[in-house]
């Protein structure tokens, strides 16, 4: 993922709501809880996990502002993206995530959800294209690794 997004609309493209949501969190801390984030954008809590959890931007512009907002995301904010794209170009381990409590039921879900878009993403970008044959087919490796992950948590919802 990099910074070249010229756009504002481009970057919700790029960043949908579950990727904005898993990124919120205190300075290298804590995630941010949901009961933080509706009260600093007036969402509910409810509105505030949903939207966490979506892959499109289907709320209105104010509703997006106010998440985005809450979330201490800016996508106007060059260094902010800038270092945003950095951290997950470094493959993160998402140990705020993972160190809580939701993390098999909500977290990890959301996770290979967010981790299926940017990998289909990057294989329908020209960055892809210009890749090794072997590098290619390392990447496709793993987007086959992810939609197996993807696949089997909807086996599991469904047994659930």
């Known amino acids: ?22 990124l919120a969190r205190h300075p290298r801390g804590k995630l941010l809880a949901d009961d933080l984030i509706a009260r600093r954008s007036g969402l509910t809590i409810n509105e505030v996990r949903l939207l966490g959890g979506a892959m499109e931007w289907q709320v209105t512009v104010l509703a997006m502002e106010r998440f985005l907002q809450a979330c201490e995301i800016d996508f106007e904010n060059r260094s902010q993206m800038q270092r945003i794209a950095a951290y997950l170009r470094k493959s993160p381990k998402w140990l705020h995530l993972r160190n809580d409590p939701e993390w098999k039921n909500r977290w990890h879900p959301i996770l290979v959800m967010v981790n299926k878009f940017k990998l289909e993403e990057f294989v329908a970008s020209n960055e892809f294209k210009k890749l090794s044959a072997k590098d290619q087919d390392t990447t496709n490796h793993q987007l086959t690794i992810v939609l197996r992950q993807y696949a089997d948590l909807f086996k599991k919802k469904r047994h659930e």
């Not at 993922?1 to 898993?22: G, Y």
Request: hydrophobic share 35%; proline share 9%.
């Open 1 to 22: 993922m990099t910074d070249r997004c010229s756009t504002f609309w481009q970057k919700t493209r790029r960043f949908p709501p579950a990727l904005v949501r898993i």
